[in-house]
Nanobody, 116 residues
């Protein structure tokens, strides 16, 4: 399987936390920068967090900086995003993909719903 597998989404109250996981094929994990993206209903897909230089540096969108933290585990080829202080506007389907994104690199995503 060449697509990532995202998991960890769910329903949470505003102010709560979730940790999303992105399980990648080994070759994708080892040879690409990875980003987290999200798409809210009726809105464009947005890149939230991006690694650069094979994980040596991470950048965050203004909307999530200080609340989201990206990490990875090289033993199981998985990237994570810890999401704290969640807001209703964080409600979306969250995806991971390479950076830049590959058209065939999208998984099913994981739904995050934040209630007010």
């Amino acid at each position: 399987q060449m697509q990532p597998v995202e998991s960890g989404g769910g329903l949470v109250q505003a102010g709560g936390s979730l940790r999303l996981s992105c399980k990648l094929p080994r070759i994708t994990f080892m040879h690409n920068d990875i980003s987290w993206y999200r798409q809210a209903p009726g809105k464009q897909q947005r890149e939230l967090v991006a690694t650069h230089t094979r994980g040596g540096r991470t950048s965050y969108a203004d909307s999530v900086r200080g609340r989201f933290t990206m990490s990875r585990n090289v033993d199981n080829y998985t990237y994570y995003v810890q999401m704290d202080s969640l807001k209703p506007e964080d409600t979306a389907v969250y995806y991971c993909n390479t950076n830049p994104a590959r058209r065939n690199g999208w998984g099913q995503g994981t739904q995050v719903t934040v209630s007010s």
